[in-house]
């Protein structure tokens, strides 16, 4: 049984930051990719950053890039997503999955395990 618990959204303003953690459980790092979504009012959820397990390689959606950082703490079996330069347009409910295979990449139907989401505010 896979388990993805999400933490740390809140409400902040506009140029300020948020680190997000996943907590993750059930070998769920055997699997090969990791990932967070997002999903805005109103919109589709998209992915926003990828974290390829077995060669800690990453992709960024363009919308998040130089702005947005995944990362991996195997030991403590936590993925992070360090978002700084937050702007209104991110606000959005951000969910951490997780997929076996490959690519590391792909919309949220192309992933098995959810966590529940954290809402991440970003205010003008």
């Known amino acids: 049984q896979v388990t993805l618990v999400e933490s740390g959204g809140e409400s902040v303003q506009a140029g300020g930051s948020l680190r997000l953690s996943c907590s993750a459980s059930?070998?769920?790092?055997?699997?090969?990719?990791m990932a967070w979504f997002r999903q805005g009012p109103g919109k589709e959820r998209e992915g926003v950053a990828f974290f390829y397990i077995p060669n800690s390689g990453t992709l960024y959606d363009e919308s998040v890039k130089g702005r947005f950082t995944i990362s991996q703490d195997n030991d403590k079996n936590m993925l992070y997503l360090q978002m700084n330069s937050l702007k209104p347009e991110d606000t959005a409910m951000y969910y951490c999955?997780?997929?076996?295979?490959?690519?590391?990449?792909?919309?949220?139907?192309?992933?098995?395990?959810w966590g529940q989401g954290t809402q991440v505010t970003v205010s003008s």
């Open positions: 999955a997780a997929r076996e295979g490959v690519p590391c990449m792909g919309s949220s139907q192309d992933f098995t395990y």
């Open positions: 059930g070998y769920v790092f055997n699997r090969n990719c």
